[in-house]
């Protein structure tokens, strides 16, 4: 079970990161050069591939495991409750929705007012496709390292974030600047419960606390979240149309 816990975590997580990162791709290759923001962007791909491939194995090698389970637990912990608090706020009404067409139409202004200086390889469009893959990218290389390293699954982590990859490549050709479309915050929500379930998980094996159900618990545990995060948005969004109603009368 918590094989298919850990594929869905990882593909949505990646898939989050690489819709952002396609962003920025698609406003360099729009506005400066195709050529150099692909290369850019295979460039950024390959150092994550053999950072995913260098510290994998030497984490496994070297870390003891209760001592490696104890620490991405934590990671786990902290990158899922960031996730959950932005999902939550933008669920609730507090926080303005991400929305991608917005950012790209922003990169695509702010790419177009630096000027090129030849009519070869640009390397704005390299730079900026680069940092925005690897930049992006590293938040995933974390949570494959994590996820599948605490797993003994690496080669499975690392699968699912390769064709998360290549789906939101073909998606992206297909629909363009319509970026918007994907539903971002739900995604989001749900890699944060995800995380947030692992984490506890892994940290409660490194301080040596048995689990009732050994990784069957690990369901348990985003169910758990999952109602604790329901009922939260309902609060702070009727917290928020309460503020609103207030603001009208006064």
């Known amino acids: ?147 599948g390293v605490s797993n003994h699954k690496l080669t499975l982590a690392a699968m699912s974030a390769l064709s998360a990859a290549v789906v939101v490549a073909i998606i992206g050709a297909v629909v363009s600047k319509q970026l918007s479309k994907v539903p971002e915050n739900a995604m989001k929500m749900g890699v944060g419960l995800m995380l947030v379930s692992f984490g506890s998980f892994w940290s409660g094996e490194g301080l040596g606390l048995q689990w009732p159900f050994s990784d069957g618990s690990i369901p348990i545990l985003v169910a758990v979240y999952g109602v604790v995060t329901f009922l939260l948005v309902k609060l702070l969004s009727r917290q928020y149309q309460v503020s609103l109603v207030g603001k009208e009368f006064s």
């Open 1 to 147: 079970m918590s094989s298919v816990v850990l594929v869905i975590a990882v593909f949505l997580a990646s898939s989050v990161e690489m819709v952002e990162a396609l962003t920025i791709v698609l406003a360099a290759g729009t506005s400066r050069s195709w050529r150099s923001a692909l290369e850019g962007t295979f460039a950024g791909i390959l150092v994550l591939a053999v950072l995913v491939l260098t510290l994998g194995p030497a984490l496994l090698k070297y870390v003891p495991i209760s001592s490696l389970r104890l620490l991405i637990g934590a990671l786990l912990l902290i990158f899922g409750l960031q996730w959950l608090r932005k999902a939550i706020l933008r669920s609730s009404g507090l926080k303005a929705m991400h929305n991608e067409d917005e950012v790209f139409e922003r990169e695509v202004k702010k790419l177009k007012a630096i000027p090129q200086i030849s009519k070869g390889r640009d390397s704005t469009s390299f730079v900026v496709a680069f940092k925005g893959v690897f930049l992006e990218g590293l938040e995933v290389v974390i949570i494959v390292l994590t996820l």
